[in-house]
């Protein structure tokens, strides 16, 4: 199969202004920190409306309503489409997409579609998975207006459609979502395997990928660099969606008033806190404030198991369940050695040329 392509070629500024927030420019660490921004005032409002429903006596939920008001304040004049789903059997909980126009290849909008727990209007507080989703998902949508590179390539991409669909077919199946699709039997003795037969099983999969559909370099080029940056995006989501599942299942100032009232706490979170596969990893972290004596040290104790609590969470998801961290190192691998094939193909042509 041969495709010309470019792809060391700028990026048309008319592609990317039809999509940035002209509120946000600046560096990449700049983009960076006004998502994180976005995303923590977004939390910060939300919260806002459960505590005043909680003291007039209201359970603490949010309302589609009341969340499309909520991004709207937060990026204002950015269209986004919010759809609420009927549960699914093994399905996602959501997902976010980008609105295009393909014959234009312009972005006309995003959507975030969010599962709400038996069909209500509105999530609890209390839902701790929907409103981890929930946070996922809306990470991903910050990050998408204030950080596009992921987008302008994807809708500035020249490659066939059927390429782009085993592009992404193989992306969903293969390398994000791998792990969760298998059986729950399957999946233990999978995520068992020691971490080098893993990596070897990923670096498999991609070179029988590659080598059974004979993608040129160039091809390969854009696959990867497409699966690198899906999988940094999905990194950074899961990392703040897991920080807000802990700090709402977890709240220290509820915990703490309990702990100064006399009560004792026994506290305990799954690797993945889900109905159906929280024990699969046969890990978990726990708490008990009677092994602790006076008053102030089981309040430190809770603390520092609160803060221990989001970057094991985060490790135990990302890393050992999703395996994420290691299949974005490996795809950087990859990629790397099949830009230096375009570029020693590059200078051949060159050289001959200068003959």
Same mark, same amino acid.
């Given at each position: @199969?041969?495709?010309?392509?470019?792809?060391?070629?700028?990026?048309?500024?008319?592609?990317?202004?039809?999509?940035?927030?002209?509120?946000?420019?600046?560096?990449?660490?700049?983009?960076?920190?006004?998502?994180?921004?976005?995303?923590?005032?977004?939390?910060? @409002?939300?919260?806002?409306?459960?505590?005043?429903?909680?003291?007039?006596?209201?359970?603490?939920?949010?309302?589609?309503?009341?969340?499309?008001?909520?991004?709207? +304040?937060?990026?204002?004049?950015?269209?986004?489409?919010?759809?609420?789903?009927?549960?699914?059997?093994?399905?996602?909980?959501?997902?976010?997409?980008?609105?295009?126009?393909?014959?234009?290849?312009?972005? =006309?909008?995003?959507?975030?579609?969010?599962?709400?727990?038996?069909?209500?209007?509105?999530?609890?507080?209390?839902?701790?998975?929907? @409103?981890?989703?929930?946070?996922?998902?809306?990470?991903?949508?910050?990050?998408?207006?204030?950080?596009?590179?992921?987008?302008?390539?994807?809708?500035?991409?020249?490659?066939?459609?059927?390429?782009?669909?085993?592009?992404?077919?193989?992306?969903?199946?293969?390398?994000?979502?791998?792990?969760?699709?298998?059986?729950?039997?399957?999946?233990? +003795?999978?995520?068992?395997?020691?971490?080098?037969?893993?990596?070897?099983?990923?670096?498999?999969?991609?070179?029988?990928?590659?080598?059974?559909?004979?993608?040129?370099? %160039?091809?390969?080029?854009? @696959?990867?660099?497409?699966?690198?940056?899906?999988?940094?995006? =999905?990194?950074?989501?899961?990392?703040?969606?897991?920080?807000?599942?802990?700090?709402?299942?977890?709240?220290?100032?509820?915990?703490?008033?309990?702990?100064?009232?006399?009560?004792?706490?026994?506290?305990?979170?799954?690797?993945?806190?889900?109905?159906?596969?929280?024990?699969?990893?046969? +890990?978990?972290?726990?708490?008990?404030?009677?092994?602790?004596?006076?008053?102030?040290?089981?309040?430190?104790?809770?603390?520092?198991?609160?803060?221990?609590?989001?970057?094991?969470?985060?490790?135990?998801?990302?890393?050992?369940? %999703?395996?994420?961290?290691?299949?974005?190192?490996?795809?950087?691998?990859?990629?790397?050695?099949?830009?230096?094939?375009?570029?020693?193909?590059?200078?051949?042509?060159? =050289?001959?040329?200068?003959?």
């Amino acid at each position: @199969m041969s495709i010309r392509l470019n792809i060391f070629a700028p990026i048309r500024p008319k592609v990317v202004e039809k999509i940035l927030n002209p509120l946000v420019k600046g560096s990449v660490s700049t983009r960076e920190a006004s998502a994180k921004a976005m995303f923590s005032e977004f939390y910060r @409002m939300r919260e806002d409306i459960f505590l005043r429903k909680e003291k007039l006596g209201k359970e603490a939920v949010v309302t589609k309503e009341e969340l499309e008001d909520l991004f709207e +304040k937060v990026t204002p004049k950015i269209p986004l489409d919010i759809n609420i789903f009927t549960p699914v059997k093994n399905g996602p909980g959501g997902t976010f997409h980008v609105q295009t126009d393909w014959s234009c290849r312009i972005v =006309e909008g995003y959507e975030l579609n969010i599962q709400f727990p038996n069909n209500k209007e509105y999530i609890k507080k209390s839902d701790f998975d929907s @409103m981890e989703t929930l946070d996922h998902e809306s990470c991903h949508f910050f990050k998408a207006i204030t950080e596009p590179k992921y987008t302008v390539r994807n809708i500035s991409i020249k490659l066939p459609f059927n390429v782009r669909r085993q592009k992404s077919y193989y992306y969903n199946t293969y390398l994000y979502q791998n792990e969760l699709k298998k059986t729950f039997i399957l999946k233990k +003795k999978f995520l068992q395997n020691k971490e080098p037969a893993r990596i070897d099983n990923v670096k498999k999969g991609i070179n029988k990928f590659f080598n059974k559909n004979k993608f040129s370099s %160039l091809v390969k080029v854009e @696959m990867l660099q497409d699966w690198r940056l899906g999988l940094k995006d =999905e990194i950074a989501a899961w990392n703040q969606g897991l920080k807000s599942y802990i700090e709402f299942r977890f709240p220290l100032n509820e915990l703490t008033k309990k702990l100064q009232n006399g009560k004792e706490l026994k506290l305990k979170d799954y690797a993945r806190d889900s109905k159906k596969t929280h024990t699969f990893l046969d +890990k978990s972290k726990r708490f008990n404030s009677k092994q602790y004596k006076t008053l102030d040290e089981k309040i430190q104790a809770l603390n520092s198991f609160v803060v221990e609590l989001k970057d094991w969470k985060c490790k135990a998801v990302i890393d050992d369940i %999703l395996f994420l961290n290691n299949k974005k190192q490996i795809v950087e691998e990859f990629l790397a050695q099949e830009i230096a094939k375009v570029r020693a193909k590059q200078k051949e042509l060159v =050289e001959r040329g200068s003959k």
